[in-house]
DNA sequence: GCCTGTGAAGCTATTCACAGCT
DNA sequence: AGCTGTGAATAGCTTCACAGGC
């Protein structure tokens, strides 16, 4: 085996072990869907139940599984407990981790509000805006500080998480500024593409795009169909 | 060839008439590159360039203007205009089309904030609450009805999408009404599953999910980049 | 029978790489 | 030289289909 292939199965072997973003995903939402089901009592669960609560198939709901380590049984497929626990275990920080929101118009404020006190383990610590009004307000039990304390407080928290929603204009220069103060991952609100370190985790939900895709095939009625993106 | 084989081919080619989803999202990111690009009096430019700018690959890029029909040259690239135009021509619709808001919380308001007057031929028409005190009250020009008149008020302004910011319990229901209302397309903000007609197109925006995610490879603080999904 | 786990096949999306143009 | 447009190759993701178990 030469040097080159050896390096390529190495890297794809340390790749193997994080599963992709997608199934990432749905991991995700087959646990929201599991604590539903747990709230109705369910104990068990098969696949293909899953499957159609995700609206995905039943051969993806095993696949996503597999990068779980927890395996079912043929009898009375999964059991809903254990496999909540099983995917808290891939995706829950062990210890507690803190994010930072950037901009409190709106839709901060909706970010504030639907986030708050939801995810164990995850909480938005700081708020950030530029507008005097705002600032030492307390809002959800979080406190508005100043754009201009973001990397001070950034880095005393340790958050490691941003959430940018300020207007397009300012969302790189607090990209910049919360890659500075240590933040690993960025939620990008803002209608621009982020210009960041190779290893800054960035998912942009790009509202826009979002519906200008939805006009378009609403307009065709077509037949496709989308999952969760 | 098979009878089997033809009509694949023949699907195969109504497919192809359709650019998929993900090629749509990407040229209207290109579109809103463009726009910058001429405010800042720039008239023609290269794949390589706009792919920088939109974190693609600069072949991604030609590819997707392949199903615009649109052709730059090797001399001077893509004119900037004539892209912009050529965009406009696969995404905007003909004619004005409306859309219908649902759920009037923090969310709901930074989206109607967020969109109103930015796309030519795609406004929020009406907007919908449950709550007394917002009915009937006036934001961004649109009108705020009451959630009981949704389907009367959907189906007499033609409104073909649908964005859904209520709370998970009522989303499914508020799908079903607009459905039956002859919208097309839905924007689904509130973090369950919908069950439409295939014929229905849905954007689910999941952002417990996205910041599960984020969250996640933060804290591996991996390779990975994620382009606006 | 109907389930899970998974190799193999099938699809889709992206990138490579090069002919052709200026 | 440096670009576009595109067939061909590759990578990534999803589904098929079946062995194995209850």
């Given at each position: 085996m030469s040097r080159q292939n050896l390096a390529d199965t190495l890297f794809g072997m340390l790749r193997q072990a994080l599963p992709p973003t997608k199934t990432i995903g749905r991991l995700s939402l087959y646990r929201r869907l599991l604590l539903q089901l747990q709230a109705e009592r369910v104990e068990n669960i098969y696949s293909h139940q899953l499957a159609a609560r995700a609206g995905v198939t039943s051969a993806q709901v095993r696949r996503d599984l597999m990068s779980l380590g927890y395996t079912g049984s043929p009898?009375?497929?999964?059991h809903v407990a254990e496999m909540i626990r099983s995917i808290g275990h891939l995706l829950d920080p062990p210890q507690p981790m803190g994010a930072a929101l950037v901009g409190l118009g709106n839709l901060g404020r909706a970010i504030l509000t639907y986030f708050s006190g939801r995810r164990p383990n995850l909480a938005i610590r700081a708020a950030f805006d530029i507008d005097p009004e705002k600032v030492n307000r307390v809002m959800q039990g979080c406190r508005c500080h100043p754009l201009s304390e973001l990397e001070d407080v950034v880095r005393r928290e340790q958050i490691l998480v941003g959430i940018i929603c300020t207007p397009a204009e300012a969302a790189q220069e607090v990209a910049d500024a919360l890659t500075r103060a240590g933040v690993r991952g960025l939620m990008n609100f803002a209608p621009v593409r982020l210009t960041v370190p190779e290893c800054i985790f960035v998912e942009d939900i790009d509202m826009i795009m979002s519906l200008e895709k939805v006009a378009f095939y609403a307009r065709r009625n077509t037949i496709r169909k989308d999952l969760a993106e």
């Open positions: 009898a009375h497929g999964y």
